[in-house]
């Protein structure tokens, strides 16, 4: 199957730090791509749709200055968690489709953040 | 988007015994999909159900699409220790065009040996 990649795999930061999340779709072209927040023990939240090439579409609650998403190529998207806090901790994964294949989404290998 | 709600929330069994996960919708879906995700890792696609009453088979694993298209299940046969993780239903919203998936609340499988 397609392969999706997702980088870093766990971060530590400070409050207040900026962290940068990259998902790269390593073998197909995504014009969308998804990410994703998963709580302990819960269900994957859609956060927002990135699209290459335009704005990213932000699901109600999500606030847009927190986290920046930019998708400047087929092959790439990057989820940028602003001013963290503890409250941001979580685990973060991105998913993509293959423009040419068929519905099923491939997920990358998700990034821990922990905010001390 | 409306979340699906799947049940149960957790299971155990004993190995070898048989295992359901049922994903209900209050609308109708354009189709249904499964994923697996083991602990500490990401999901994993499993199957797609697109037409009523569709029943597709995966070795141990039973998918069906229910007539009215509102709910799905999700049955496996004879669990191995393999099995565990959490089994999520994801669906499309309507015609959207955008294939931003949704999931369900997940079911978390534990297999006792």
């Known amino acids: 199957g397609a392969v999706v990649s997702q980088h870093p795999s766990r971060v530590i930061c400070k409050s207040g730090t900026s962290v940068k999340i990259e998902c790269r779709s390593l073998?197909?072209?995504?014009?969308?791509m998804f990410w994703y927040r998963q709580f302990p023990k819960q269900s994957l939240m859609l956060m927002a749709t990135s699209n290459e090439g335009s704005k990213a579409t932000y699901e109600q609650g999500v606030e847009k200055d927190k986290f920046l998403i930019n998708h400047a190529s087929l092959t790439l998207s990057t989820l940028t968690v602003t001013s963290a806090h503890p409250e941001d901790s979580s685990f973060y994964i991105c998913s993509a489709r293959d423009m040419v294949g068929g519905t099923e989404a491939f997920f990358g290998q998700g990034t821990r953040l922990t905010v001390v | 988007g409306q979340q699906v709600m799947q049940i149960p929330q957790y299971q155990h069994v004993q190995e070898g015994e048989d295992f359901t996960t049922y994903c209900n919708s209050s609308t109708t879906l354009s189709n249904i999909q499964w994923y697996k995700q083991r602990p500490g890792g990401h999901p994993v696609f499993l199957i797609q159900?697109?037409?009523?009453?569709e029943v597709k088979k995966q070795k141990r694993l039973t998918f069906q699409f229910g007539e009215a298209k509102k709910n799905s299940s999700l049955h496996i046969t004879a669990t191995q220790t393999t099995d565990v993780g959490t089994y999520f239903c994801?669906?499309?919203?309507?015609?959207?065009?955008?294939?931003?998936?949704?999931f369900g609340t997940g079911t978390r499988l534990k297999v006792l040996a």
């Open positions: 994801a669906r499309l919203p309507g015609t959207s065009g955008t294939y931003k998936y949704i």
């Open positions: 073998d197909f072209q995504a014009t969308t």
């Open positions: 159900l697109v037409k009523s009453g």
